[in-house]
C-alpha cells in the first residue's frame, strides 16, 4: 500500500467500479506540492517552477497511483511535474510549432491531409502533459463543439473529398457524452463521411471515462471507428486501463496508440519494447511514435533523430513488425506527418 502523509489520498474511494468520471476528473490532484507530498517526495518541492511556468498541473488520482513511490524519475511523475528547464527559452522551440493555425478552415477545424478532417472537439484534458502543444494554444476561440457543431458540419457538408473524421482536442471525451450523440446525429445526413477516428488520452488517465453511455453511443455509430489512444510508458496500462479498452474493442472500433519520444520517460529500447508489448496485452496496436514537437517549455524532453532512429532500428530486431510503431515527426505544410 502507499505511504503518504496524513490525510492524503492517492486514490478517491470513488474508484470503484461505477464511479463518476466527471468526478473523478474535478477530484484531480492540481497542486504540485500536493503530489509531491502523495509520492514522498516533499523534500523536492523547493525545485518547483513558480507559478507552474503558465500552465498548472492536473493529474487524476488514479494515474499518480501508478506511479513509483519517492522516485523522482517516475517516467509518469516526470510527464506532468512542473520543471524549472520549462522556463528555458530555446532557439527553436516556439508557441505554435507545428502550424496549426494556418490549416484552420472553419471554427474548431483543421484540414491539412487529403481526405481526414480534424475537430479541435474541446480545449479540456483531464491531464496536463509538460511536453503538449497545448500549453500555447488559443483553446478560447477553437472549439467545434460550439453552437450544435454547426460550423464544423457545414464545412464537411461542403467538402466531399473528407471521409474520415477526426475528433481530437484537447480531449474530445472531456465532452459529455450528450454532446458527442449531437454531433453523431449531424453525421448521419453526411454520406461521404465514412470512418470516425477519436484521440484520446482519457482511456487511459482516467479509465472510467469508457463509461456504459459512452459505450452505447459508439457502438451505435454507424461508421466505421479508430481510438487512438496516447500512452508513453508501459506503466500507465493498468486493470482499469485494460478494462477501458475492451469496451472500446467491445464497440467495434479498432484500437490504436501513439506516443511521443520524451527524454528521460521512455526513450531507451527497453522501455519501448515494454509499451508494445504491453499495448498488445491490451489489445491495442502501437501506431506512431512521435518526434517532439518544438513547442517553447518543452525543450528538455527532446531525443536527438540520431538516437530516436537507432532506438526503432533495436525495436524492429527484437520485436514483430506490428509492434514497431513508426517513428513520425509533424512538419508544417507537409501532405502527411513526416517519416524519419
Ligand atoms: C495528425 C493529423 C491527422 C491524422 O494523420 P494520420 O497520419 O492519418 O494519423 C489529421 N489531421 C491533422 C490536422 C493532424 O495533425
Ligand atoms: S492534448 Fe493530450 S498530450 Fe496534450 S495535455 Fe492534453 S492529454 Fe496531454
Same mark, same amino acid.
Given at each position: 500500500?502507499?505511504?503518504?502523509?496524513?490525510?492524503?489520498?492517492?486514490?478517491p474511494d470513488?474508484? =470503484? =467500479?461505477?464511479?463518476?468520471?466527471r468526478q473523478?476528473?474535478?477530484?484531480?490532484?492540481?497542486?504540485?506540492?500536493?503530489?509531491?507530498?502523495?509520492?514522498?517526495?516533499?523534500?523536492l518541492?523547493?525545485?518547483?517552477?513558480?507559478a507552474?511556468?503558465?500552465?498548472?498541473?492536473?493529474?487524476?488520482?488514479?494515474?499518480?497511483?501508478?506511479?513509483?513511490?519517492g522516485?523522482?524519475?517516475?517516467p509518469?511523475?516526470?510527464?506532468? *511535474?512542473?520543471?524549472?528547464?520549462?522556463?528555458?527559452?530555446?532557439?527553436?522551440?516556439?508557441?505554435? @510549432?507545428?502550424?496549426?493555425?494556418?490549416a484552420?478552415?472553419?471554427?474548431?477545424?483543421?484540414?491539412?491531409?487529403?481526405?481526414?478532417?480534424?475537430?479541435?472537439?474541446?480545449?479540456?484534458?483531464?491531464?496536463?502533459?509538460?511536453?503538449?502543444?497545448?500549453?500555447?494554444?488559443?483553446?478560447?476561440?477553437?472549439?467545434?463543439?460550439a453552437?450544435q457543431?454547426?460550423?464544423?458540419?457545414?464545412?464537411?457538408?461542403?467538402?466531399?473529398?473528407?471521409?474520415?473524421?477526426?475528433?481530437?482536442?484537447?480531449?474530445?471525451?472531456?465532452?459529455?457524452? @450528450?454532446?458527442?450523440?449531437?454531433?453523431?446525429?449531424?453525421?448521419?445526413?453526411?454520406?461521404?463521411?465514412?470512418?470516425l477516428?477519436i484521440?484520446?488520452? *482519457?482511456?487511459?488517465?482516467?479509465?472510467?471515462?469508457?463509461?456504459?453511455?459512452?459505450?452505447?453511443? *459508439?457502438?451505435?455509430?454507424?461508421?466505421?471507428?479508430?481510438?487512438?489512444?496516447?500512452?508513453?510508458?508501459?506503466?500507465?496500462?493498468d486493470?482499469?486501463?485494460?478494462?477501458?479498452?475492451?469496451?472500446?474493442?467491445?464497440?467495434?472500433?479498432?484500437?490504436?496508440?501513439?506516443?511521443v519520444?520524451?527524454?528521460?520517460v521512455?526513450?531507451?529500447?527497453?522501455?519501448l519494447?515494454?509499451?508494445?508489448?504491453?499495448?498488445? @496485452?491490451a489489445?491495442?496496436?502501437p501506431?506512431?511514435l512521435?518526434?517532439?514537437?518544438?513547442?517553447?517549455?518543452?525543450a528538455?524532453?527532446?531525443?536527438?533523430?540520431?538516437?530516436?532512429?537507432?532506438?526503432?532500428? @533495436?525495436?524492429?530486431?527484437?520485436?514483430?513488425?506490428?509492434?514497431?510503431?513508426?517513428?513520425?515527426?509533424?512538419?508544417?505544410?507537409?501532405?502527411?506527418?513526416?517519416?524519419?
Open positions: 500500500m502507499i505511504t503518504a502523509s496524513p490525510g492524503a489520498r492517492i486514490t470513488a474508484t =470503484a =467500479a461505477g464511479a463518476d468520471w473523478l476528473w474535478r477530484d484531480a490532484v492540481t497542486d504540485a506540492g500536493e503530489l509531491l507530498a502523495l509520492l514522498g517526495l516533499s523534500h518541492a523547493g525545485q518547483l517552477p513558480p507552474d511556468a503558465g500552465f498548472p498541473l492536473r493529474v487524476p488520482r488514479g494515474f499518480v497511483a501508478r506511479m513509483r513511490q522516485d523522482p524519475r517516475d509518469l511523475l516526470l510527464q506532468v *511535474l512542473p520543471q524549472l528547464a520549462e522556463l528555458d527559452e530555446v532557439p527553436g522551440f516556439v508557441t505554435d @510549432a507545428v502550424g496549426d493555425l494556418a484552420r478552415e472553419a471554427q474548431g477545424v483543421l484540414h491539412k491531409y487529403q481526405g481526414r478532417a480534424l475537430l479541435i472537439a474541446s480545449g479540456s484534458c483531464a491531464i496536463n502533459c509538460r511536453y503538449c502543444f497545448r500549453r500555447h494554444f488559443p483553446y478560447g476561440e477553437e472549439m467545434a463543439a453552437g457543431w454547426r460550423q464544423a458540419l457545414e464545412y464537411l457538408r461542403q467538402d466531399h473529398s473528407v471521409s474520415e473524421l477526426i475528433l481530437s482536442g484537447g480531449d474530445p471525451l472531456a465532452l459529455a457524452t @450528450a454532446k458527442l450523440e449531437e454531433l453523431g446525429r449531424g453525421l448521419a445526413g453526411l454520406p461521404h463521411v465514412t470512418r477516428r484521440h484520446s488520452r *482519457l482511456p487511459v488517465v482516467l479509465p472510467e471515462r469508457i463509461d456504459d453511455a459512452f459505450v452505447a453511443w *459508439l457502438a451505435s455509430v454507424p461508421l466505421q471507428k479508430v481510438v487512438v489512444l496516447h500512452a508513453n510508458h508501459a506503466n500507465e496500462l486493470a482499469s486501463v485494460d478494462a477501458a479498452c475492451a469496451r472500446l474493442r467491445a464497440t467495434g472500433a479498432t484500437v490504436l496508440n501513439q506516443s519520444l520524451l527524454r528521460g521512455n526513450d531507451d529500447a527497453d522501455a519494447a515494454a509499451l508494445s508489448e504491453r499495448l498488445f @496485452a489489445g491495442v496496436l501506431y506512431y512521435h518526434q517532439l514537437d518544438r513547442v517553447q517549455g518543452a528538455h524532453f527532446e531525443v536527438a533523430d540520431g538516437h530516436a532512429l537507432a532506438l526503432v532500428g @533495436a525495436l524492429r530486431a527484437r520485436l514483430p513488425g506490428y509492434l514497431v510503431p513508426r517513428l513520425v515527426r509533424e512538419v508544417g505544410g507537409d501532405a502527411s506527418k513526416r517519416p524519419l
